[in-house]
């Protein structure tokens, strides 16, 4: 038989604390998981800028040296000795990024764009864009940057 006083010493949780710990937990789970999902995202995005900025200093190179841009970016690699070893590519998306040259008089441009999986990257040289899926994001970069 339990005692008056040995009820009132037996130590333990309310089944109301439990349900307040069980509630906080939860609401600073739906906090942090979001952002633990969209990091690696946001890390492949900003390995894509980088690249892109590689591929621009490349290109600017290639173009104080022959006072044109070339047509393609391979061309960054096959010179003697190459401006580039490598091109970058991206790792998940269609492997390499989209270059366009135009060739007009006085200036001619170029353009080297990434999608990017995070759509909700508003930064510079970002814009909306219906062929990157999912996300409708890409990065840009020009000569006229």
């Known amino acids: 038989m339990i005692t008056t006083k040995q009820a009132n010493s037996e130590k333990g949780f309310t089944l109301l604390e439990l349900l307040v710990v069980i509630v906080v937990i939860g609401i600073l789970a739906l906090?942090?998981?979001?952002?633990?999902?969209?990091?690696p995202k946001k890390a492949r995005d900003t390995d894509r800028k980088t690249?892109?900025?590689?591929?621009?200093?490349?290109?600017?190179?290639?173009?104080?040296a022959n006072s044109q841009y070339p047509a393609s970016l391979a061309t960054l690699t096959t010179?003697?000795?190459?401006?580039?070893?490598?091109?970058?590519t991206d790792m998940i998306n269609?492997?390499?990024?989209?270059?366009?040259?135009t060739s007009a008089s006085p200036y001619s441009t170029y353009t080297v764009k990434a999608c990017l999986e995070n759509g909700s990257d508003l930064?510079?040289?970002?814009a909306a864009d219906a062929t990157c899926t999912p996300s409708g994001r890409s990065y840009l970069l020009t000569n006229l940057n």
């Open 94 to 101: 269609s492997g390499i990024y989209v270059y366009t040259y």
């Open 51 to 64: 690249d892109l900025g590689a591929i621009q200093k490349g290109l600017e190179e290639y173009f104080l």
């Open 31 to 39: 906090l942090v998981i979001p952002n633990l999902t969209s990091a």
């Open 123 to 126: 930064g510079k040289n970002t």
């Open 79 to 88: 010179l003697t000795p190459p401006i580039l070893k490598t091109l970058p």
